[in-house]
């Protein structure tokens, strides 16, 4: 509700999608009140549980490789009875990233925000930046999570 009290005119939305709790609630909360507005959900392609249970119609475990976004790993329960059916009700577009998008999102507001920020959290970066998502007029990413290990900061750094 923030988000269309500080920015009435938003269009789209983007988040990490996981286990689809975030969008959920983002879904609830914006397309209830404004339903012409875009929700895109990003997920990793190294475990895209909630995007592969889509496609299949009902939830489905996936096989799970290391990611920057390890946040968005974990699976949406095989039993999963509220957040799969909010997904697919609420969310417009899945896109799924690589590790190179994450990493640019990452890099981004490191070297001109001087934040460090966690793969999942620079998601709707990386895609913007790498143009895999259709912009709106008034956007809004989603930015939180800062919890990223120092190592895989300075193994990013090493690549400058």
Known sequence: ???LEELPEVDTVLAGLSGGGLHSGLGVALK???PEIRLIGLSTANGAAMFESIKAGKPISVEEKDTLADSLLGGIGLQNKYTFQMV?????DIQ???E???KDGMMFMLKEHRMIIEGAAASGIGAILNKRVNLGTNMVIVVTGSSVDISVVLNLLKVL
């Open 100 to 102: 190179e998008e994450f």
């Open 88 to 92: 697919r009700k609420y969310v417009d």
């Open 1 to 3: 509700m923030e988000t």
């Open 96 to 98: 799924l990233l690589q």
């Open 32 to 34: 209830k009140t404004k």
